[in-house]
C-alpha cells in the first residue's frame, strides 16, 4: 500500500523568504502523481502544484517548487518570497490509480506553515 | 461557477444517530468522491461514485454508505454514529481523467 509521510507539524518563515516542506512516499508504481495542496482555515483543499512521475523536470508555479528525488521518493515544496496569504496546512499527496481506472488520493498528515511579519 | 458545494458546514449529532452530507459536484464533474479528515490529520478516502455506481472504496466500515444521482450530485450516510466518526466530510468531484476540485467540506461532530 502507498503511504505518504511529513514529518514537519510545524514549521516558521520570515515574510519574504524561502521555506521548504518536506514530504516523503512509499510506493510500487512506477507511474504516479504527487501533489502538493493548501488548506487554509475556509477548509478547501486548494492545488499548488502537480507532478508527473515520469517526468525529471521539477514542476513550478509562480512562486511555488518542488524538488522531485524519485528514486529517493521523496518530493519537497519550496515557497518563495513567502507572504502573509501563504499561511496554511499544506499536504502532500499521491495520486493512486485503483484497479477500476480511476484513483484516490493519499494525504499525509500535514505541515502547519507560519509567516511571520 | 459555484464549484464544489457541500451542506450543511456544520451538525452535530448524538452518538448512535444517523447523518446525511450531501455534495453537488463542480459543473460539468461527473466523479465524486468522499473524504474524512479528522482533526490533526490528513484527509482519508472512503469511497468514490462514477454513474451512480460505488467504484470503490477505502478502509471505512459498512456504516458508511452513499449515493449518486443523476444530476451526478451525492450524499454520504453514516449509521450508528460514534464519537470517533467526528471530523471534517470532504466531498471532491472531477470528470474522468481530471484532477479532483474539492469543496470546503461539512464539519461533524458527534456528542
Known amino acids: 500500500a502507498q503511504t505518504v509521510t511529513q514529518s514537519q507539524p510545524e514549521m516558521s518563515v520570515q515574510e519574504a523568504e524561502t521555506v521548504t516542506l518536506s514530504c516523503t512516499y512509499d510506493t510500487s508504481e512506477s507511474d504516479y502523481y504527487l501533489f502538493w495542496y493548501k488548506q487554509p482555515p475556509s477548509r478547501q483543499m486548494i492545488l499548488v502544484i502537480r507532478q508527473e512521475a515520469y517526468k525529471q523536470q521539477n514542476a513550478t508555479e509562480n512562486r511555488f517548487s518542488v524538488n522531485f528525488q524519485k528514486a529517493a521518493k521523496s518530493f519537497s515544496l519550496k515557497i518563495s518570497d513567502s507572504q502573509l496569504g501563504d499561511a496554511a496546512m499544506y499536504f502532500c499527496a499521491y495520486r493512486s490509480l485503483l484497479t477500476s481506472g480511476t484513483y484516490k488520493y493519499i494525504f499525509g498528515t500535514g505541515t502547519r506553515l507560519k509567516v511571520l511579519a | 461557477d459555484a464549484g464544489v458545494t457541500q451542506s450543511p458546514t456544520h451538525l452535530i449529532k448524538t452518538r448512535g444517530q444517523q447523518v446525511t452530507l450531501r455534495c453537488s459536484p463542480k459543473s460539468g464533474h461527473d466523479t465524486v468522491s468522499w473524504y474524512q479528515q479528522a482533526l490533526g490529520q490528513g484527509p482519508q478516502f472512503i469511497f468514490q461514485?462514477?454513474?451512480?455506481?460505488?467504484?470503490q472504496r477505502g478502509n471505512f466500515p459498512d456504516r458508511f454508505s452513499g449515493h449518486q444521482f443523476p444530476n451526478y450530485s451525492s450524499e454520504l450516510n453514516v449509521n450508528a454514529l460514534l464519537l470517533g466518526d467526528s471530523a471534517l466530510y470532504l466531498c471532491?468531484?472531477?470528470?474522468?481523467?481530471?484532477?479532483?476540485?474539492f469543496g470546503q467540506g461539512t464539519r461533524l461532530t458527534v456528542v
Open positions: 471532491a468531484s472531477r470528470l474522468q481523467g481530471t484532477e479532483a476540485f
Open positions: 461514485y462514477y454513474e451512480e455506481e460505488e467504484r
